[in-house]
């Protein structure tokens, strides 16, 4: 009844992350798309946690911890190039 | 049925409602009609989703194996502080990259603020001016 439960969990997240891709190729401007994206490796945190509870390992809570870090560090990336065309800047002359 | 029986429904129950969660989302995602409203719908119910199923994932784990995993209360905590900043950084990206707002909406409040305070700064510029060439 448990492993039931969370399989039903584990189709939720995988149909969100389907509606996720499809608003990323279909999004009519750039921050859509990485709203999407952002929302994709949130709800594939939340079902690596799922997985690993199903098959008991303990393997993965890296895989958690790693992907939280990429996927900000990716949306701060995106927003800055949408923002001001370049990500690292090299003169500071402000 | 003993409490560690409890304690795994529990945690499996939350884990069903971080997915029913994480579809309300997707709902939000795919229906709104702006980016602002889209990333409104996108970052606050996702990101209690992640937090209900990371917290049934941390419960699971200690009910069957007695196992505290720190980073997975690692995990939580990042989710926790990070979705919102990631969040308000893209809209202020889209909204100064001139992303249009929906056809429905009443006003852009942010807009006002920035015309008015362009106003300001262009009025006190001339006196500026003047006051250094009366000193001069």
Redesign the interface.
Known sequence: ??KI??L??????S??IL??V??IIKGP????R???L??IG??L???I??V??IL?T?AF??V??IL??L??IG??A???Y??RGIIVERRHNR | MNADTIVEYVAAILMVTGGIMSVVSAIGIIRLPDVYTRSHAATKSSTLAVLLSLLGAFLYFWAVDRFISVRLLLGIIFVFLTAPVAGHVIIRAAHRSGVRLADISQGDELEEAKEARKEKEAKRKPEKENESRSDG
């Open positions: 009844m448990v439960l969370m039903i969990s584990l189709v939720l997240f149909f969100t509606i996720a499809y608003r401007s750039k921050p859509d990485v709203i999407a952002d929302m949130v709800n945190l939340a079902s946690a799922v690993s509870c008991l303990k809570m890296e958690i911890l939280g870090i996927s900000f949306t701060i995106f927003s800055k949408i923002e």
